[in-house]
């Protein structure tokens, strides 16, 4: 499986993003996709997943009511719609996929997936 995370940016306190994971692979249609960051001098943390097949989705707290996963299968991509930014979302944002991994496992530390894309940054200035 291969991934391709883009749309980070720099965005004001409050504001949006949308964040894509282009999934590619022999063993993509049978992957959940979550969504990680990782602050400067922070540990990477889980902060949303999903099935690829029934759509289920499960979120971290501190961004529940906020983030939205989501996906297009006819795409191959996995969205985050991030709202109501704040300072602390600041980070490194990675999309994570591998058939082994269910999405309600994913939020287990560590998390046990093998196939990361490369990251993109997302910055909110306050």
């Known amino acids: 499986v291969q991934l391709q995370a883009s749309g980070g940016g720099l965005v004001q306190t409050g504001g949006s993003l949308t964040l894509s994971c282009i999934v590619s692979?022999?063993?993509?249609?049978?992957?959940?996709v979550g969504w990680f960051r990782q602050a400067p001098g922070k540990e990477r943390e889980f902060v949303a997943s999903?099935?690829?097949?029934?759509?289920?989705?499960y979120y971290s707290d501190s961004v529940k009511g906020r983030f939205t996963i989501s996906r297009d299968n006819a795409k191959n991509t996995v969205y985050l719609q991030m709202n109501d930014l704040k300072p602390e979302d600041t980070a490194v944002y990675y999309c994570?996929?591998?058939?082994?991994?269910?999405?309600?496992?994913?939020?287990?530390?560590?998390?046990?997936?093998?196939?990361w894309g490369q990251g993109t940054l997302v910055t909110v200035s306050s």
């Open positions: 994570a996929a591998d058939r082994f991994a269910p999405a309600q496992t994913m939020m287990n530390i560590p998390p046990k997936i093998r196939f």
């Open positions: 999903i099935t690829w097949s029934t759509y289920y989705t």
């Open positions: 692979g022999r063993t993509a249609s049978e992957s959940d």
